[in-house]
């Protein structure tokens, strides 16, 4: 049974970095044919793909978001981070981290087989 959980800073001041920090149990961020993914929900809107960190360690990302996004991993803490750079209040939402599985160009968007969320983490941009 996997399980995942969010952490990071509630609150992020713009032109900072937002970083959160996805916990895995039960399951192993280096599991072949799992996709590590990052998904967010502004208020008011529908949900957003941000990207994904596979297995071996290949990440994607969404066009939008690619020039500002990475996703890194720490394979000894079974954690996979989200760094998302030079934030604006555009970019406040609810951020999930999740498990896709099974496809990559699946995965890479919402049309993903998500096998797994987090609770997830209210972020804040704001002065």
């Known amino acids: 049974q996997v399980r995942l959980r969010e952490s990071g800073p509630g609150l992020v001041k713009p032109s900072q970095t937002l970083e959160l920090t996805c916990t895995v149990s039960?399951?192993?961020?280096?599991?072949?044919?799992?996709?590590w993914s990052w998904i967010r929900q502004p208020p008011g809107k529908g949900m957003e793909w941000i990207g994904y960190i596979t297995g071996s360690g290949s990440t994607s990302y969404s066009p939008s978001l690619k020039s500002r996004t990475a996703i890194s991993r720490d394979t000894s803490k079974n954690q996979f981070t989200l760094h998302l750079t030079s934030v604006t209040p555009e970019d406040t939402a609810v951020y999930y981290c999740?498990?896709?599985?099974?496809?990559?160009?699946?995965?890479?968007?919402?049309?993903?087989?998500?096998?797994?969320w987090g609770p997830g983490a209210q972020v804040t941009v704001s002065s």
């Open positions: 999740a498990r896709c599985w099974g496809d990559s160009s699946r995965c890479a968007g919402l049309q993903g087989d998500i096998r797994s």
């Open positions: 039960g399951g192993s961020v280096i599991t072949n044919l799992d996709y």
